[in-house]
């Protein structure tokens, strides 16, 4: 099954400048658009493993320091002092309570929709490309 066609507009400007580009390749502008949303989309695991983890690194941060805090907590005998660190470590957990929730939304997972479209398509007798 051939590969679906995508179409996309772009400024004149641009459009312009991706004509004297390939030319200078001896090239086409598509296959020239074609490297740079390949090499575009290929990074896009590496991104958002790299964001994943500075999200990890920030939530551990959060959690050492409300252990820190906690232990501090102990210690103190000025209930003035007492409420203002007890505010702080609240602030701290929910803070790393919506870490977790960016982390669990930034996880790419697979749509049903788009399985089951797949698998509708697949099963035709015929198969032609999808619309697009």
């Not at 179409?7 to 004149?12: D, E, P, V």
């Not at 575009?40 to 790299?50: K, M, N, R």
């Not at 660190?85 to 982390?103: A, F, H, Y």
Request: charged residues 25%.
């Amino acid at each position: 099954m051939p590969n679906p066609r995508i179409f996309f507009r772009i400024k004149n400007s641009v459009a312009n400048d991706l004509q004297a580009l390939a030319k200078r390749f001896k090239t086409t502008p598509g296959s020239i658009v074609k490297m740079i949303v390949l090499r575009e989309v290929s990074q896009i695991p590496a991104l958002l493993d790299e964001h994943d983890q500075a999200l990890r690194e920030i939530q551990q941060f959060h959690r050492d320091l409300v252990a820190t805090l906690e232990d501090y907590l102990e210690e103190m005998v000025d209930p003035g002092k007492r409420s203002g660190v007890r505010k702080i470590i609240s602030e701290l957990s929910e803070q790393s309570q919506t870490i977790d929730t960016l982390r669990s939304a930034a996880t790419p997972r697979a749509s049903p929709f788009i399985a089951t479209l797949v698998q509708r398509h697949d099963e035709e007798p015929i198969q032609t490309s999808f619309p697009y």
